[in-house]
């Protein structure tokens, strides 16, 4: 286990953080990876599985030959619970209901949604056993989602990397949700470190929901290229735009760094000409697509989409996954030891 610097262990650790969604989830810690689409494949999320946390593998839009490929693939380096990662919107019909049918055939534990709420999915899940986790934007669709049979949910705010789906700040946000909700809620959105973690769980929200963090990890799927623009980001370096739309309903925006697109230098993003910046594997990739460099892919990874939280700037360098989640954990948990005061004085030097 990595070094700690507050002399804090893991008992400790799991003393402070516990909470019942722990339970539900089967992890130690309450800091969840992030269902990031093709970046959190096996070796990511067997990573933070296996050191306490609880982790999704993005399976957004894959073949469900993947699918079964990555789930084997975790099975075979941990026993713990772990869950895949679907958004309905960003799927085509024919490829989500092979999705669904793969992972109650193989018995994936866990599943989480994004986007719009659909209850029928929500039910088919909950019929055949999956513990179902709904990430949701507003208030609204918080409801809607609880309504719908979801057990545990995401209240993400607009800090957030990567698709963000409403328009509040997420401390505004975790309360409403908390005080509405009958389930769980995690929070999502700008979380990097401890002191993020402790915040959030001050805020009543069970967990955390992190990302961009583990992007400039070993174990993260992400081009080393987008590592490192993460590590190099500085404050206020991340915008939203919809200008990253291929593959996506219209209008839907995501956080970035920004980049010669979010500049305006790359032409009309919503012209009816598609040009080939990269390829993965024989499959090209589209400028203002929505994909971002993977390690699979070769092309002008500058102009990709490189989704990013508004805490980029706090990651610190290119790290083990362990070693990052073990940091971020004994950091929340001293602070939520010391009490309110001390959560106060983090936030305040910040």
Excluded at 154 to 181: F, K, M, N, S, T
Aim: proline share 5%.
């Amino acid at each position: 286990m990595p070094p700690n610097a507050n002399n804090v262990d893991g008992n400790d650790i799991a003393d402070a953080l516990h909470r019942p969604v722990c339970d539900l989830l089967g992890c130690r810690w309450p800091i969840v990876l992030a269902g990031m689409g093709g970046v959190a494949r096996a070796e990511l999320c067997s990573a933070v599985t296996r050191a306490g946390g609880f982790g999704f593998l993005g399976m957004v839009r894959e073949p469900t030959s993947l699918i079964r490929t990555e789930v084997q693939s975790v099975r075979a380096t941990t026993s713990h619970t772990f869950g895949v990662n679907l958004i309905p919107a960003s799927t085509p019909a024919d490829l989500l209901e092979a999705q669904i049918a793969t992972c109650i055939e193989i018995g994936v534990p866990v599943v989480g949604l994004f986007w719009d709420v659909v209850p029928q999915i929500v039910r088919r899940l909950r019929d055949a056993g999956v513990l179902v986790v709904y990430q949701v934007g507003s208030l609204e669709d918080a409801r809607a989602a609880e309504d719908a049979g979801a057990q545990i949910l995401i209240a993400q705010g607009r800090e957030a990397g990567g698709h963000v789906r409403g328009d509040q700040p997420l401390a505004q946000l975790v309360p409403q949700v908390v005080a509405a909700a009958r389930v769980p809620v995690l929070a999502a959105g700008g979380i990097t470190n401890g002191g993020d973690v402790a915040k959030v769980l001050s805020l009543g929200a069970q967990g955390a929901v992190l990302g961009t963090a583990f992007i400039p990890t070993h174990e993260s799927f992400s081009h080393a290229y987008h590592k490192q623009r993460i590590v190099n980001a500085a404050e206020n370096d991340t915008v939203l735009t919809d200008i990253f739309h291929i593959n996506w309903p219209r209008g839907a925006r995501v956080r970035v760094l920004q980049n010669s697109v979010t500049r305006g230098e790359r032409g009309d993003p919503f012209g009816s000409q598609r040009t080939v910046i990269g390829d993965e594997e024989g499959r090209p990739i589209y400028l203002f697509s929505t994909d971002s460099p993977l390690r699979s892919m070769t092309g002008d990874f500058e102009a990709m989409a490189l989704y990013a939280g508004t805490g980029a700037a706090r990651t610190g360098a290119i790290t083990g996954a362990a070693e990052r989640l073990y940091r971020i954990a004994s950091d929340a948990a001293a602070l939520v030891s010391a009490g309110p005061g001390r959560l106060t004085n983090e936030a305040s030097e910040r």
